[in-house]
Nanobody, 117 residues
Framework: QVQLVESGGGLVQPGGSLRLSCAAS?????????MGWYRQAPGKQRELVAA???????TYADSVKGRFTISRDNAKVTMYLQMNTLKPEDTAVYYC??????????WGQGTQVTVSS
């Protein structure tokens, strides 16, 4: 069973930075179609933050373009989200998502990111 373990969340002041990691187990990089980060703030729907395909094509939500960078390390089967210039509105639970080549989706347990002074 594929498992996704997120780490790197926490409390940061506005303008600060955090790097999230998502480590996948029981799957090889060649079986992954795409990985992505989603977030869900209290009272709001879960939304896509950024995604990266096996071909390294990236997609970003307009609200994070220029501030967040998604990347993958295929050797470690790990995805990262570098978040810079964080704003209070970035506060949410961030979830890692993986879609394999058979179009099956897997989710991590989520990691809390809080941006506050």
């Amino acid at each position: 069973q594929v498992q996704l373990v997120e780490s790197g969340g926490g409390l940061v002041q506005p303008g600060g930075s955090l790097r999230l990691s998502c480590a996948a187990s029981s799957i090889s990089a060649s079986s992954i179609f795409a990985m992505g980060w989603y977030r869900q703030a209290p009272g709001k729907q879960r939304e896509l933050v950024a995604a990266i395909t096996s071909g390294a094509t990236t997609t970003y939500a307009d609200s994070v373009k220029g501030r967040f960078t998604i990347s993958r390390d295929n050797a470690k089967v790990t995805m990262y989200l570098q978040m810079n210039t964080l704003k209070p509105e970035d506060t949410a639970v961030y979830y890692c998502n993986l879609r394999n080549v058979y179009n099956l989706n897997y989710w991590g347990q989520g990691t809390q990111v809080t941006v506050s002074s």
